[in-house]
């Protein structure tokens, strides 16, 4: 996997295989679920451009994640635009939120930055709640468009988080082995140390909250049709805080194959509790998957596989 022609391969080969997978009749459920974990696959591998790379813990996964569903609420509201729009658009406006708050935020460090990420979550909230034209408390009801491809819109749905899924992993992927990722790379391990050495710190930390932020609106913009009724608790969801910092961790944050690994495992491990269990047990399963993986394999399973091999 370390040629660029056979990521270009493997790309498309992924998403042919979804849009097969999709043209398959089988159990309804298994599209809604695969839904949701490719869109932690996007969400994890969003947060870990900025968490995992730059080594910036960021708490307000959600306001991003919500911006790019109600940028889609209002553009399906005004103009009816279409999916390809409303994804575009808010991946875009995400992107330039992630850009204004990275300016204001970026020159805080630790646990400062978090709890900055995390108010502007609770801010964005608050602003939604009280805009009436998106549904402000009470949520909102969308309408799908009528005649989708695959003869259900779930299932169409489906084969475009297959293609986010892969663009995300591909730009992650692209980052870590450019010279962006090895500048992200030193500035994590040490910031001061890569600032006399050159290393454009700032902008390479504002590169990274543009860039998670766009994947971030990108993975929400599809939730309005995907759910049918938007509502704040449900956009500004606790879990997607916890499972973009999760994934990551428990599959690696150092590689982009690490989010990838975490999001399908967790994120699989969730819907079967949710079939089997409860839905109210999802946080549980990823706390207590999370603290068992920080005790005994604090970095993840990329560095416990790394272990193994060295032994």
Do not use: H
Not at 60 to 72: C, E, H, N, Q, W
């Amino acid at each position: 996997m370390r040629r660029p022609g056979v990521v270009l391969l493997a790309a498309p080969a992924v998403v042919a295989a979804g849009v097969l997978v999709a043209s398959l009749r089988v159990n309804p459920y298994l599209y809604f679920a695969g839904y949701v974990i490719l869109q932690y696959v996007v969400i994890a591998t969003a947060w870990n451009i900025l968490g995992g790379y730059a080594g910036y813990v960021n708490f307000g996964t959600p306001a991003f994640f919500a911006l790019g569903a109600y940028t889609a609420v209002f553009l399906i509201r005004s103009v009816r635009a279409p999916l390809p729009v409303l994804i575009l658009a808010g991946g875009l406006v995400a992107a330039l939120l992630g850009l204004g708050i990275g300016y204001l935020t970026l020159r805080l460090r630790g646990v400062f930055f978090s709890i900055a990420t995390l108010a502007l979550s609770i801010v964005l909230q608050t602003m939604i709640i009280n805009w009436e034209y998106v549904g402000g408390s009470r949520g909102l009801s969308v309408i799908r468009p009528s005649d989708p491809p695959f003869g259900n819109y779930v299932t169409f749905l489906f084969t475009v988080m297959v293609l986010l899924a892969v663009v995300a992993v591909t730009v992650a992927r692209l980052i870590e082995r450019s010279w962006v990722g090895r500048g992200l790379a030193a500035l994590r391990d040490n910031e001061e140390a890569a600032e006399c050495m050159g290393v454009p710190t700032l902008r390479l930390k504002l590169f990274a909250t543009t860039v998670s932020g766009f994947l971030l609106g990108v993975a929400g913009a599809p939730f309005p049709y995907y759910v049918t009724f938007v509502e704040p608790n449900s956009a500004f969801s606790l879990d997607y805080a916890v499972n973009a910092l999760a994934m990551p961790m428990i599959g690696g944050t150092t590689s982009w194959v690490g989010p990838l690994i975490g999001a399908v495992l967790l994120g699989t491990a969730q819907q079967l509790a949710t079939v089997t269990i409860s839905s109210e047990m999802n946080l549980f399963i990823v706390g207590a998957v999370l603290v068992a993986f920080v005790v005994l394999a604090p970095e993840g399973i990329l560095g416990l596989v790394r272990r193994l091999r060295g032994r």
